[in-house]
């Protein structure tokens, strides 16, 4: 089973549609959760933090759910600029280091 | 301020071949990280440097050697290329271990 898993998608929503993804994670001792933004052919880049109170940022909320073990990304009102492919980040202290473990990530595409 | 730059942006080799991946970040970040990849596989970390003049294995070091020249620049060596080490590489560098973490544009090998 992987660290950290995603649903590949890829998920083709109009514009103004509203998309939520999941992620979840195998690790309980995990402490830290992200969402990375990756454009076709380059780098991530970060999205948002996830907190466990759960977080928002203009039209992205984020939410932890510890117990599942499991976090989202709910995007509103989606643009053609949010296509991409979004992965979850997820850390853990491992040797005194902390290790970033990648989801493979979820890809949107938005339709006009 | 152009964060964090890889060079060169893409590459082929021939099997056998070696060759230096070079990485320089001018945010006066102490920790940097070399990553690779792979469809479906998301990013997995080949070799990381906590602060300058340290260096450790990530979850993929086999066939790849590092050296933090100093507190800017963290190369990547391949000595001797094989085809299953076609990927992307991206390099990242954070503050320090727990923060959050940015990255280059990527270099992508081909190795025949």
């Known amino acids: 089973r992987k660290e950290v898993e995603q649903d590949p998608g890829p998920f083709n929503v109009p514009e103004g549609a509203t998309v939520a993804f999941n992620c979840t994670y195998s690790?309980?001792?995990?402490?830290?959760f992200f969402w990375y933004r990756q454009d076709c052919r380059k780098e991530p880049k970060l999205l948002m933090s996830?907190?466990?109170s759960g977080n928002e940022d203009g039209r992205f909320t984020a939410q932890l759910n510890r117990a599942s073990q499991y976090i989202s990304l709910l995007i509103r009102d989606s643009k053609l600029s949010d296509s991409a492919t979004y992965l979850c980040?997820?850390?853990?202290?491992?040797?005194?280091?902390?290790?970033?473990?990648f989801g493979s990530g979820t890809r949107l595409q938005v339709q006009p | 301020n152009a964060g964090v730059t890889q060079t060169p942006k893409f590459q082929v080799l021939k099997t056998g071949q070696s060759m230096t991946l070079q990485c320089a970040q001018d945010m006066n970040h102490n920790s940097m990280y070399w990553y690779r990849q792979d469809p479906g596989m998301g990013l997995r970390l080949i070799y990381y440097?906590?602060?300058?003049?340290?260096?450790d294995k990530g979850e993929v070091p086999n066939g790849y050697n590092v050296s933090r020249l100093n507190k800017r620049e963290f190369s990547l060596r391949l000595e001797s290329a094989a085809p299953s080490q076609t990927s992307v590489y991206f390099c990242?560098?954070?503050?320090?271990?727990?923060?959050?973490?940015?990255f280059g544009p990527g270099t992508r090998l081909l190795v025949l």
């Open positions: 440097s906590a602060s300058e003049g340290t260096t």
């Open positions: 996830v907190y466990s």
């Open positions: 980040v997820v850390t853990a202290m491992d040797t005194g280091r902390r290790a970033l473990t």
């Open positions: 690790n309980s001792a995990s402490q830290s």
């Open positions: 990242a560098s954070s503050l320090s271990g727990r923060e959050t973490q940015y």
